[in-house]
């Protein structure tokens, strides 16, 4: 069963193959249905817009960046967290989401950072996930003009989130990590298509 199988509060951008999906860390893939739980306790969706990506899907990426075609920058293939290099390629050490309003509205990141914000102050809060020996911290993207972006990296961080995001931010430690149940689900999850239409930025990072 897919990740995103009857999550509450968490679609997926059309387009996205399962493998995108089934290639995000494991490990992430419980994070963020939190993430979508914690995102429907406040009247928000969230949308995934990215997951796991491979050379050339990354390498588009990067010509588009370069070429000043895309609003996020975009790394080189081989080096992003969406490639995987810290787990061979294997798996995916980012993700990127997409804030969606109860009317299936898209909230732009320029116009409601400050909520993007406190979903960053969640990711932040929560604990390193280990790969391959090394222990990786959460990153939100917001700290490099890339806020639909949620990774991993390390060392770990040592500064604040920034401050364009003032005191809004909730206390994520009391908000559980809630790992997927494994009973069957008949939520649907289809993307609506307003939801689609929406969901037009995409992170590059
Ligand atoms: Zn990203």
Known sequence: MAFTDGVEGLSVKEGLTSENLDRVHPELQDRVQSLATFAAS????????????????????YQQSIARKSKYPAAKPGTSKHNGPETNFQYSLAIDINIIDSNGKFLKTASYFNIYCQYGAYWENLPPITVNGTDYYPEWGGRFSDPVHYGYRTPKLT??????????APLPSQVPIIVQSTQPSNKPTEVAAAEVAAAKTICAG
């Not at 406040?42 to 990426?61: C, D, F, K, P, V």
């Open 159 to 168: 500064t604040q989130l920034p401050s364009s995001c003032g005191t809004t």
């Open 42 to 61: 406040m009247g928000y969706r969230i949308q995934i817009n990215s997951g796991w990506r491979s050379y050339t899907e990354q390498n588009y990426l």
